[in-house]
C-alpha cells in the first residue's frame, strides 16, 4: 500500500513534520482538477449517498437551532444519543454497551479512526490493513506513528480478508487489525464465518481490532455480522459506527466509538483537547435518525439494491468482470482486459467519454487493475454511463 | 411482486427487462407478474404525473366538502357512485370528521367548475350542502413535488 511516499521535508528547518510528510498525496487529487474542468461528465467517483438526507431528520435539527441548541456538549456526547446508541446497538445485535463509559460520539468514523489509532498505538507498533483498503486505515496509522501492514485481497476471493494471510504478516510488533466490511471501495462483505477466523487470530496473538462498520446497514441479501458480537471480541473491538451512508448524512459530522471503557477513555482524552465534541445540530439530527429514520434507511437501501443489480450485470454484459458486491453502494470491475492500468482507464474514460471513475490503485496497489465505480447515483446515470462505457471499452479491445 | 411493483410504481415506464434487472427475477416472471397484477387491478393504471401550468394551460381544480344525510341501506356508497360518475370528479373520498366526502373536481375556468358544484353536485338528494376551495398553487402531487425542487445542490465530483 502507497501509504507512505518520498520524505519531502528534510533538515530541522523543513516546515513539515516528517511524519505527515511521509504521507503520499491523495491518489484522486489529480482527477479533482480534470473533472472539474469538463462539461457533463457523469460521476460514479462519489463516495457518499446521493439522497438528500430524510426531511424528518432535518427539520429537527432546523427546530433545535431555533430554539438555540448552538452550543458545546459533554465530551462524551450528548447523553440522549449515547443512550440512543446503546439502544440501537442492543435491538440489533444483543450488544450490551453503557452509554455512560463504552459509548463516544464523534465527528464522523474518520474521527473514529484518527482517535481510536492514536489511542492504542506507540511509535513502530504495526496495523494491519487490508488491501486495497479505504485510504483512511492507513494514513491514521501512520498519523499515529505506527506502521500499516497491507495484506493483500483479490478479486479470486471476493475481496475478503483471509485469516491466513494476515497472520503470516504479524510479528511482536503488532498491535491491531482494521477491518471495514462492507468495504470501500470493493463493496465486499465478510460472513459471520469468515469473520471468526480473523476473529481467532486476535485471540491467539493478543490484537486489538478496529472494525469500521459504517456501511453496516447497507447490505444486500445477507445479515451484517458485527466483529464485536463474535465470542470475545467485544473487549478487543474499536467498533465505529456512522450516520453518513445509512442515514445520507455525510455532511453533518457525526458519528460513534463503542469499546471498552478503559479505550473509550483514552480516546476521549484526545477527543477532549482536539475536538472538545461533537457538532450539536449532527447529534440532535443523529437522534432524530435512530429513533425514528429506519423506515427511510429501507427505503434507500431498497433503491441501492435495484442499481445495484443494474450496475454489476451491465459491468459484466460490457466485459469489466466484476464479482457481486453485497455490501456498501461500490461495484469494483476489473479492467485488466483493456490493457490499461487502472489510471490509464480512468483518466482516458473521463477525457473520452465524461465518466468519472475512481483508479483502484487509489486504494492500495491491490486495487490496481480495477476501478471504483459507485452506485449511488440516479438509474438514469448510472444506465448513461454504463452505454459510455461500453463504447469506451469495445474501441479499446485489444485485437 | 411486491417489489416489481414497487418498481413499476417508481417509473411506469421501466421495462421489463429493466424491472428484471433490478430486482433479480427473470423477465419471464416479472412480465407474469405485471399481467397477474394488471388483471386483478392491482395495478388499476399507467399514469404520468404533468405540471400544465408549464404548458401554459389554464387548469382549475378546486376540493368540494360535501355534507351527505346516509341513506338507508346503503349508506354513502350510492351518492358516492352518483358523484364519481361524473368525468369532472378526479378523486372521491369518503372522510371522518366534520364533513362527508371529499371530491377533488377539474375545469377549465372557475366559473365551469361552480357551474358544476352548483347544478350538478349541490342538487343531488341527501346532498346537504358543500363547501368550495379553489386549489391555488400545486406543490406536491402523488409523492412528487412539482415546484421548488432542490436544484443546485452539488456534491463533489470525486471523493475517496
Ligand atoms: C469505509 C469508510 N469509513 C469511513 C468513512 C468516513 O465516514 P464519516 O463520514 O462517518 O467520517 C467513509 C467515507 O467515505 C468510508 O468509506
Not at chain 1, 485471540?203 to 481490532?209: A, E, G, S, Y
Not at chain 1, 454484459?317 to 490499461?340: H, N, Q, W
Not at chain 2, 373520498?93 to 377539474?106: I, K, R
Request: aromatic share 8%.
Amino acid at each position: 500500500m502507497s501509504i507512505t511516499g518520498a520524505v519531502r521535508a528534510k533538515g530541522p528547518r523543513g516546515a513539515i513534520s516528517q511524519r505527515v510528510g511521509q504521507l503520499a498525496p491523495s491518489g484522486i487529487r489529480r482527477f479533482f482538477g480534470l473533472v472539474s474542468s469538463l462539461e457533463g461528465v457523469i460521476s460514479l467517483g462519489i463516495g457518499e449517498p446521493d439522497f438528500a438526507t430524510p426531511w424528518h431528520v432535518t427539520e429537527a435539527a432546523i427546530y433545535s437551532l431555533e430554539k438555540g441548541q448552538t452550543m458545546y456538549t459533554a465530551t462524551y456526547g450528548l447523553p440522549q444519543l449515547r443512550h440512543e446508541v446503546a439502544r440501537y446497538l442492543e435491538d440489533r445485535y444483543a450488544l450490551r454497551y453503557s452509554p455512560d463509559d463504552e459509548l463516544l460520539i464523534t465527528v464522523g468514523v474518520s474521527q473514529g479512526l484518527d482517535l481510536a489509532t492514536r489511542a492504542i498505538l506507540d511509535p513502530g507498533d504495526e496495523v494491519i490493513v487490508p488491501d486495497p483498503g479505504y485510504v483512511a486505515y492507513g494514513s491514521c496509522v501512520v498519523l499515529a506513528g505506527g506502521v500499516p501492514l497491507a495484506v493483500p485481497t483479490s478479486q479470486e476471493t471476493d475481496f475478503k480478508l483471509e485469516a491466513p494471510q494476515v497472520e503470516a504478516r504479524l510479528s511482536d510488533r503488532t498491535k491491531a487489525i482494521i477491518i471495514g466490511y462492507p468495504a470501500n471501495p470493493t463493496g465486499a462483505v465478510m460472513a459471520k464465518g469468515e469473520l471468526a477466523g480473523i476473529a481467532e487470530i486476535a485471540r491467539k496473538h493478543n490484537l486489538l481490532v478496529i472494525s469500521d462498520e459504517i456501511y453496516a446497514r447497507l447490505v444486500y441479501g445477507m445479515e451484517h455480522t458485527c466483529f464485536a458480537t463474535l465470542p470475545g471480541m467485544k473487549e478487543r473491538t474499536i467498533l465505529l459506527g456512522g450516520f453518513s451512508k445509512a442515514y445520507a448524512m455525510t455532511g453533518w459530522r457525526v458519528g460513534y466509538a463503542a469499546a471498552r471503557a478503559e479505550i473509550i477513555e483514552a480516546m476521549s482524552k484526545i477527543h477532549q483537547y482536539a475536538m472538545l465534541c461533537a457538532p450539536i445540530m449532527g447529534q440532535v439530527a443523529a437522534i432524530e435518525a435512530l429513533s425514528s429514520g429506519q423506515a427511510a434507511v429501507e427505503e434507500m437501501v431498497a433503491e441501492y439494491d435495484r442499481r445495484r443489480r443494474v450496475i454489476v450485470k451491465g459491468l459484466n454484459d460490457i466485459g469489466l468482470s466484476c464479482f457481486e458486491p453485497k455490501g456498501a453502494f461500490y461495484a469494483f470491475p476489473s479492467v485488466r482486459g483493456t490493457g490499461m492500468s487502472s489510471e490509464q482507464f480512468a483518466e482516458r474514460l473521463l477525457l473520452e467519454e465524461r465518466v468519472a471513475v475512481i483508479p483502484g490503485s487509489a486504494f492500495g496497489a491491490c486495487g490496481e487493475g480495477h476501478v471504483r465505480c459507485c452506485y449511488a447515483a440516479s438509474l438514469s446515470d448510472i444506465e448513461e454511463a454504463l452505454e459510455r462505457m461500453g463504447r469506451f471499452v469495445s474501441r479499446h479491445s485489444p485485437g | 411482486m411486491k417489489e416489481i411493483l414497487k418498481t413499476l410504481e417508481g417509473n411506469a415506464r421501466a421495462t421489463a427487462e429493466q424491472i428484471a434487472t433490478m430486482t433479480g427475477k427473470s423477465v419471464a416472471q416479472v412480465k407474469r407478474a405485471i399481467k397477474q397484477a394488471e388483471k386483478e387491478r392491482a395495478i388499476v393504471k399507467y399514469k404520468t404525473i404533468i405540471n400544465w401550468e408549464k404548458l401554459g394551460e389554464e387548469q382549475v381544480q378546486a376540493l368540494i366538502e360535501i355534507k351527505i344525510a346516509p341513506q338507508r341501506d346503503v349508506g354513502f356508497d350510492s351518492i358516492a357512485e352518483r358523484i364519481y360518475r361524473f368525468p369532472e370528479a378526479r378523486s372521491v373520498y369518503l372522510v371522518s370528521g366534520t364533513y362527508d366526502l371529499a371530491v377533488l373536481v377539474v375545469g377549465s375556468s372557475m366559473h365551469e367548475v361552480a357551474g358544476f358544484v352548483a347544478q350538478k353536485l349541490a342538487p343531488l338528494e341527501s346532498v346537504q350542502g358543500t363547501v368550495t376551495h379553489f386549489l391555488l398553487k400545486r406543490y406536491k402531487e402523488d409523492g412528487e413535488i412539482l415546484e421548488g425542487e432542490t436544484a443546485g445542490v452539488r456534491r463533489l465530483p470525486l471523493t475517496l
